[in-house]
């Protein structure tokens, strides 16, 4: 079981930046691959970014490639989401998942654990 807490969301500008954070639970964190997701209002859910469980393998969505970066952190059972140049079309929840692939994968299904998520609202 895996329990997944997300933090830094918050209201910035275009062109700004913000980083997210995502705490898990559990001693086999370090098993899992992780993900970031979101979801725009009246929206499907989009895969962002996803990283291997060791961190050496990471694939982007192409609207976010070159301006977002995710990492993490196993010692720390955290998993990060830094966010630059952002857009307005970046708004959204953002929820981070954890999956027991160990290397990326944007489908969600393969995602058994999701956090609550956090909002990142972004003014024009």
């Known amino acids: 079981q895996v329990q997944l807490v997300e933090s830094g969301g918050g209201l910035v500008q275009a062109g700004g930046s913000l980083g997210l954070s995502c705490a898990a639970s559990?001693?086999?964190?370090?098993?899992?691959?992780m993900g970031w997701f979101r979801r725009a209002p009246g929206k499907e859910r989009e895969f962002v970014a996803s990283?291997?469980?060791?961190?050496?393998?990471?694939v982007y969505t192409d609207s976010v490639k070159g301006r977002f970066t995710v990492s993490r952190d196993n010692a720390k059972n955290t998993v990060h989401l830094q966010m630059n140049s952002l857009q307005p079309e970046d708004a959204a929840i953002y929820y981070c998942?954890?999956?027991?692939?160990?290397?990326?994968?944007?489908?969600?299904?393969?995602?058994?654990?999701w956090g609550q998520g956090t909002q990142v609202t972004v003014s024009s």
């Open positions: 998942a954890a999956t027991s692939y160990q290397y990326p994968t944007s489908y969600p299904p393969r995602y058994a654990y």
């Open positions: 990283i291997s469980w060791n961190g050496d393998r990471t």
């Open positions: 559990g001693r086999t964190f370090s098993s899992y691959g």
